[in-house]
């Protein structure tokens, strides 16, 4: 399963040294050059930067201000790699992805998913979304945080699922 990322869930997963969860549950992560600009981070290798066509750019020009150029050239890049999968929190980002076909998982989606592959178990899960909203501000709603804890307890039999 490949993912393209904008830069909220690098920061974010980097701010709980959770970075490799991405490669854990996906073959390839990609990110174009506004992203990696925008989170100044040093990323792992398997963080990829990829490149957008010269039609992909001019696209990401013109609709510069629906978005910023970091979400736009994830969606771009996603379309132009035929990937699905999209990593955005932002809102409006989320909606944008949807419209154009894609399928956005944000931060917590994203530990969601290592948990349920196996990655982190459920005491490791919980206190990594505490931290991601109580210490570095993700902001996530009261009721989508409680079905998130719910989603990340107990044990999870499909953690054996390929990926």
């Known amino acids: 399963m490949k993912i393209v990322t904008n ?26 050059p506004a992203v990696l600009a925008e989170t100044g981070l040093k990323l792992p290798d398997f963080v990829e930067q990829s490149q957008l066509s010269d039609l992909g750019e001019a696209f990401v020009r013109g609709a510069l ?29 989320r909606r944008k992805a949807g419209q154009m076909g894609l399928r956005p998982i944000g931060t917590v989606g994203i530990l969601v998913l290592a948990r349920r592959f196996g990655h982190l178990d459920e005491p490791t899960a919980l206190e990594q ?9 993700l902001y996530v ?9 719910h989603a990340l307890a107990g044990p999870h039999p499909d953690a054996t699922e390929e990926h």
């Open 141 to 149: 709603s009261s009721a989508l945080l409680q079905q998130v804890r």
């Open 129 to 137: 979304l505490n931290l991601l909203v109580d210490r570095h501000g």
């Open 7 to 32: 830069a909220s869930p690098l920061i974010f997963l980097s701010k709980i040294d959770s970075l490799g969860l991405l490669q854990q549950c996906f073959s390839d992560v990609l990110a174009p």
């Open 65 to 93: 201000g629906s978005l910023h150029r970091g979400e736009l050239e994830t969606l771009v890049l996603a379309r132009e790699r035929g990937t699905d999968l999209v990593a955005v929190d932002d809102g409006a980002a």
